[in-house]
């Protein structure tokens, strides 16, 4: 795509791209306010998206396949940030206060304003994806969709093979990930296809036709088998090749040992497959603590006056399925605290309001609490503010 607009001048090769949105989110959350900071807070978020005939003529051509796959990462455009603009630093709430750099957190206020969520799909239907586990508001602007395959994109899945070079039959090694199927848990082993390796050679390979082994290579495999029999539980997923020289440390470190999730898998050695991913410790230990999450009698009884969806009578449920969905999700909304770490040092004693599918939430805040206040139709509220 290229073209001039203005002084800037659009270039693939430059990276300086027009972007035209495949869609739209329509989303259970209307507003930035009360909206989960990572779509894990609140896996009973809802939306959808519809792919626009702008984009593709038959929009369900560009879906077709996708509904094979659990998830979906999501490409947007935070757009309504205000303006685009950054700071290098920024404060996380998570960090309460603290400052660190923008592109070490998940921050909307980022160059570019481009956010990325994992998102269920729930199903496709022609041009339409529905979606769960969502952080995006209504109206978010979508770049891109691309299947999440654990596969490739945990960092279990990466085996750090340095020194690569292609070609050297010698040295050649394959990279074997295996797959722990009933809990789908990535697990990498590496093993050489070299003359005096062939024994750590992975017997299950004979499985897998697709794999780019030379017939000898094949036929030096099949020997193994009864020494990996211990492997057969194992689905083998990819297979790339390598020279690292970790030839040495095999014999020793080929004794199947318990990983992590309690799934038995090779290692060549600990140090050659080290995949396990980690975190500042902020993130998983934030000085904010979660809040207990109440209802006054009150909002209790005025929540279960909404209907789920396609029951007959207002107020209804567009996104949740039951009065029981909507009480979760605004539960686990307001447990991980969504207060700007502004309002929850300067404004403590003032009421919150956030909206959630059709109801419109009135809570308070106090000592490690959030406390619902009020629930309403967000119909009825918007009409009485005009
Ligand atoms: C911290 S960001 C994370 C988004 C994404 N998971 C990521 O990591 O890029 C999520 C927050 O962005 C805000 N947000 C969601 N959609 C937005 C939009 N379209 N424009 C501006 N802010 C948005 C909401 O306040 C939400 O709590």
């Known amino acids: 795509m290229e073209g001039n607009a203005g002084p800037m001048t659009y270039s693939l090769e430059t990276g ?40 593709f003529n038959n929009p369900e051509h560009s879906l077709m396949g996708l509904e094979e796959f659990s998830h979906v990462w999501v490409l947007f455009v935070f757009h309504k940030n205000g303006r685009l ?33 994992l998102a269920r799909l729930e199903k496709v239907e022609g041009g339409t994806l529905y979606l769960s586990g969502i952080d995006m508001i209504q109206g978010t602007p979508v770049l891109d969709i691309k299947p999440y395959i ?31 199927e009933p809990n789908g848990q990535m697990q990498t082993v590496c093993h050489q296809f070299s003359n005096k390796t062939e024994r750590e050679t992975i017997a299950c390979i004979n499985e897998l036709p697709h794999i780019p082994l030379e017939p000898q290579e094949r036929e030096k495999v099949k020997d193994l088998n009864t020494v990996f029999n211990a492997l057969s539980s194992f689905a083998i ?9 970790a030839s040495s440390h095999l014999e020793d470190d080929l004794i199947p040992e318990p990983s992590s999730f309690g799934v038995t898998c090779l290692h060549e050695t600990k140090d050659a497959c080290k995949t396990d991913s980690f975190v500042p410790s902020w993130v998983k230990h934030s000085p904010v603590a979660n809040l207990k999450v109440r209802f006054t009698p009150n909002s209790e009884m005025e929540l279960r006056q909404f209907q789920a969806p396609g029951d007959s009578g207002a107020p209804s ?23 700007s770490v502004y309002r929850r040092k300067q404004c ?23 406390e619902v206040l009020k629930v309403q139709s967000l119909d009825s509220c918007t009409e009485s503010l005009k």
């Open 317 to 339: 449920l567009r996104y949740f399925k039951s009065i029981e969905e909507a009480k979760c999700a605004i539960s686990t909304v307001l447990s991980a605290d969504p207060r």
């Open 237 to 245: 997923e990819d297979i790339s090749t390598c020279d690292e020289d």
């Open 85 to 117: 603009s950054c700071k290098a630093k920024v404060q996380p709430p998570r960090l309460n206060g603290a400052k660190t750099g923008v592109f070490s957190t998940r921050s909307p206020h980022r160059p570019n304003a481009i956010g990325l969520t």
């Open 150 to 180: 654990s596969e490739y994109d945990s960092p279990k899945a990466m085996v750090p093979c340095q020194n690569d070079s292609a070609g050297n039959e010698e040295n050649n090694k394959a990279t074997v990930s295996c797959r722990d």
């Open 16 to 55: 300086n791209i027009l972007t035209t949105p495949i869609g739209y989110i329509e989303s259970c959350f209307k507003t930035k306010n009360g909206t989960p900071r990572q779509p894990s807070v609140c896996s009973l978020s809802r939306a959808c998206l519809r792919i626009s005939k702008s984009v």
């Open 348 to 370: 403590q004693d003032r009421l919150f309001y956030f909206s959630l599918d059709t109801i419109h939430i009135t809570c308070w805040f106090g000592d490690g609490f959030a």
